[in-house]
C-alpha cells in the first residue's frame, strides 16, 4: 500500500542555518504531496503542497518539489528561524481512496 | 479555507467513561474525518464521516469504541467510548476542501487533547 517515509529527528539547527527534511512515498498512480506544520500545543497546519510531478510548493519561505524519479517531495529552507521550531509531517495522498497518508513527523528546533 | 473549531480543547476523565469531541465547521462540507496523534506519533485516521451515512472506519478501529455522529453537513462528533489510559491522545478533526481543484487538501480542526487516569 501507499506510505510516506521522512527522515528522523530531532533535527537541531542554529538560526539561519539551511534546512533540508528528506521525504519519500511510494504509491500507485500519481498521488497528491503536502508538507504540514504543527507548532506547539496547536493543530496541523497546511504548509504547501504538490500535485503532479516537477510541481513546487512553497510558502513563507518553504519550498518542496514533486520528484516523480525519486519519489521524493524535501523540505527545504534557506534560512530557519526559532519560529519554525514545529512538527513537520509529509502526506500523500492514496490515489484509490484519496485518504491522507501521513509520515511520522519530523520535530524541528530552532536554537538562537 | 474552511475554520474548524473544537469542544474540548482538552479533557482529563477517569478510567471507564465516555467524552464526546464536537466538531464545527464555518462552510458545509461533504466529508469529515476524525484522527488521532498518540505521544509523540503520527496522525493515524480513524473514520471518514459523510453526512446522511454510518461513518467509515479504518482497520483497528470500530464503532462501538468510537462511535461517530454526523447530523448535518457542518458538524461532527467522537466520542471515545469505555476510556483506558491508552486512549490518551490528541484527537483531531479534519474536512476536505470543497474546491474540485484542491487535490484532497484537507484542514485540521486544533485538536482536543485527552488525557485518561
Known amino acids: 500500500g501507499n506510505s510516506v517515509t521522512q527522515m528522523e529527528g530531532p533535527v537541531t539547527l542554529s538560526e539561519e542555518a539551511f534546512l533540508t527534511i528528506n521525504c519519500t512515498y511510494t504509491a500507485t498512480g500519481y498521488p497528491s504531496l503536502f508538507w504540514y506544520v504543527q507548532y506547539p500545543g496547536e493543530g496541523l497546519q497546511l504548509l504547501l503542497k504538490?500535485?503532479?510531478?516537477?510541481d513546487k510548493g512553497s510558502n513563507k519561505g518553504f519550498e518542496a518539489t514533486y520528484r516523480k524519479e525519486t519519489t521524493s517531495f524535501h523540505l527545504e529552507k534557506g534560512s530557519v528561524q526559532v519560529s519554525d521550531s514545529a512538527v513537520y509531517f509529509c502526506?500523500?495522498?492514496?490515489?484509490?481512496?484519496?485518504?491522507?497518508?501521513f509520515g511520522q513527523g519530523t520535530t524541528l528546533q530552532v536554537k538562537p | 479555507s474552511a475554520v474548524i473549531s473544537q469542544k474540548p480543547s482538552r479533557d482529563i476523565c477517569q478510567r471507564g467513561t465516555s467524552l464526546t469531541i464536537q466538531c464545527q465547521v464555518d462552510s458545509q462540507v461533504t466529508m469529515m474525518f476524525w484522527y488521532r496523534q498518540q505521544p509523540g506519533q503520527s496522525l493515524t485516521l480513524i473514520a471518514t464521516?459523510?453526512?446522511?451515512?454510518?461513518?467509515?472506519?479504518e482497520s483497528g478501529f470500530v464503532i462501538d469504541k468510537f462511535p461517530i455522529s454526523r447530523p448535518n453537513l457542518t458538524f461532527s462528533t467522537l466520542t471515545v467510548s469505555n476510556m483506558s489510559p491508552e486512549d490518551s491522545s490528541i484527537y483531531l478533526c479534519s474536512v476536505e476542501s470543497a474546491s474540485s481543484y484542491s487535490y484532497n487538501e484537507q484542514f485540521f480542526g486544533p485538536g482536543t487533547r485527552l488525557t485518561v487516569l
Open positions: 504538490a500535485t503532479k510531478a516537477d
Open positions: 502526506a500523500s495522498t492514496s490515489s484509490n481512496t484519496g485518504k491522507l497518508i
Open positions: 464521516a459523510n453526512q446522511g451515512s454510518e461513518a467509515t472506519y
